[in-house]
């Protein structure tokens, strides 16, 4: 792990409790971005249970440390992002089938009340169990040649978990493809641009620095206004209509006043924006 020079003792507490991770590094910075790498490049960033040990941590400590505003997600390595559970490791699984868990649990920001925005950067090799990111980060960009498909069903396993939080950001028709089509295709850069499953497409080099760009312009605005409307988006998700607005309306009335004594609105800087 590392830390920046200006960190309050609060976050440095917190990092000095997560304690040492197994597979997985944490950088953070001034800017209040937590960077997050995915760190076996070896086995192009599977998970195993020291990675599950490690996102239980580091989503505990993101979300109860005010100075983290913002996430990015990476991996190292250039074969790829993450090809999902390392099938030599795997991970522990309760011999009671009533109390086994998805590993969804451990790896999703929002499955644990992380409400700080994400930005999930991928490359190369995306598949499988590497949507438990994806499918629960907010802004998602990946490197020219990346591509994405989930083997499940090639090698006889149901593909349940993956695509239906996938279903959720993409035309079902297409979750359901790259379901059932499994080794048979893969879906790429260029495609997950236009069925709106990532947003950007950038030059493999320039992937991180993009990313960081986004967080910490993220982080730079008011907490409790970016963290109000992640809040308010995602759980509308599991509501009806009517239900999420009126849910929508009581997170304005509670965060609004708090957010808009964090900023001086006269004194807003109003950058040329860019055109996408």
Not at 219 to 225: L, N, T, V
Request: net charge negative.
């Amino acid at each position: 792990m590392t830390a920046g020079t200006n960190i309050p003792d609060e976050a440095k507490d917190g990092l000095r409790r997560l304690g040492a991770l197994k597979e997985t590094l944490l950088d953070l910075g001034d800017d209040h971005v937590a960077t997050i790498t995915l760190n076996r490049p070896e086995r192009i960033n599977a998970f195993n249970q020291g990675t599950l040990d490690d996102f239980t941590a580091i989503w505990k400590f993101v979300r109860e440390t005010d100075f983290v505003h913002a996430v990015v997600i990476q991996a190292e390595g250039e074969r790829g992002f993450c090809s999902g559970v390392d099938v030599n490791e795997g991970y522990f699984r309760s011999p009671n089938i009533w109390q086994e868990e998805d590993p969804g649990v451990f790896l999703g920001p929002r499955i644990n009340k992380v409400w700080k925005p994400v930005v999930c950067a991928v490359h190369g090799v995306t598949a499988g169990g590497a949507f438990y990111w994806i499918n629960e980060s907010d802004i998602i960009i990946c490197a020219e040649g990346t591509t994405f498909f989930d083997p499940h069903v090639s090698y006889g396993l149901v593909a349940a978990l993956e695509p239906i939080g996938l279903a959720r950001r993409i035309p079902l028709g297409e979750a359901i493809r790259m379901a059932l089509t499994g080794l048979d295709e893969r879906v790429s850069a260029k495609r997950a641009l236009e069925i709106g499953l990532v947003t950007e497409i950038t030059p493999p080099e320039k992937l991180r620095s993009r990313a960081h760009e986004l967080a910490a312009a993220m982080a730079s605005k008011p907490p409790a206004a970016i963290q109000g409307t992640v809040r308010a988006i995602w759980e509308s998700l599991d509501e009806t209509r009517s239900q999420a607005q009126a849910r929508g309306l009581g997170y304005a009335q509670m965060g609004n006043p708090i957010a808009m004594a964090e900023v001086d609105r006269a004194s807003v800087v109003r950058p040329d924006p860019l055109i996408r």
